[in-house]
Antibody
Framework: EGQLLESGGGLVQPGGTLRLSCAASGFTFSTYAMSWVRQAPGKGLEWVSAISPTDDMTNYADSVRGRFTISRDNSKGTLYLQMDSLRAEDTAIYYC??????????????????WGQGTKVTVSS | EIVLTQSPGTLSLSPGERATLSCRASQSVNSRYVGWYQQKPGQAPRLLIYGASSRATGIPDRFSGSGSGTDFTLTISRLQPEDFAVYYCQQYGSSLTFGGGTKVEIK
């Protein structure tokens, strides 16, 4: 069964930057779309960003568009989230999540059948 | 953006009872693109249902999903102690959004 392991979270000041990583194992990483989903303290789930299997399509929630950048390295089986211009409202646990199917082709959004354990990001002065 | 509204916010039930959770979309969603998740404290969400009614791998058959258009339902036929958790619906047909969640608590 596949696994995802996030890293890179921590405490950062408003306006700062962080880069999250998500290492995949146990499945063919390059076949599946991937996403980042976050959860603010005591709140629900919020989708952040998605990327296609071959890195040719990306999409972002309005709340992070222009500040966050999703990318992947299929040779390393790793997903990334570059977070710039961080705000207090970006404070959350960030999960990486695997799309449940390689189909339909060219469809960026999926149900998520594998989740990482999450990495905590705190934006505070 | 499609907004998903889950109701009730909290459901208080006893083990063995039937739970019915509702998810209403602000516009019609292709039922191929509706999912349900369970989340327990301190844990990542777990996929229960995809395609509105298909159970994910390893999910017991007491969990079932149904619905179409703007109204979707997750039913837990007989609550087990391990089922008390928060449940989220998701649509992934037009961008991707989650509902606000329903907490199923022990009465």
């Amino acid at each position: 069964e596949g696994q995802l392991l996030e890293s890179g979270g921590g405490l950062v000041q408003p306006g700062g930057t962080l880069r999250l990583s998500c290492a995949a194992s146990g499945f063919t990483f390059s076949t599946y779309a991937m996403s980042w989903v976050r959860q603010a303290p005591g709140k629900g789930l919020e989708w952040v960003s998605a990327i296609s299997p071959t890195d040719d399509m990306t999409n972002y929630a309005d709340s992070v568009r222009g500040r966050f950048t999703i990318s992947r390295d299929n040779s390393k089986g790793t997903l990334y989230l570059q977070m710039d211009s961080l705000r207090a409202e970006d404070t959350a646990i960030y999960y990486c999540a695997k799309g449940d199917s390689p189909l339909p082709l060219r469809h960026l959004f999926h149900a998520f059948d594998i989740w990482g354990q999450g990495t905590k990001v705190t934006v505070s002065s | 953006e499609i907004v998903l509204t889950q109701s009730p916010g909290t459901l208080s039930l006893s083990p063995g009872e039937r739970a019915t959770l509702s998810c209403r979309a602000s516009q019609s969603v292709n039922s191929r693109y509706v999912g349900w998740y369970q989340q327990k404290p301190g844990q990542a969400p777990r996929l229960l249902i995809y395609g509105a009614s298909s159970r994910a791998t390893g999910i017991p058959d007491r969990f079932s999903g149904s619905g179409s258009g703007t109204d979707f339902t997750l039913t837990i036929s007989r609550l087990q102690p391990e089922d008390f958790a928060v449940y989220y619906c998701q649509q992934y047909g037009s961008s991707l959004t989650f509902g606000g969640g329903t907490k199923v608590e022990i009465k």
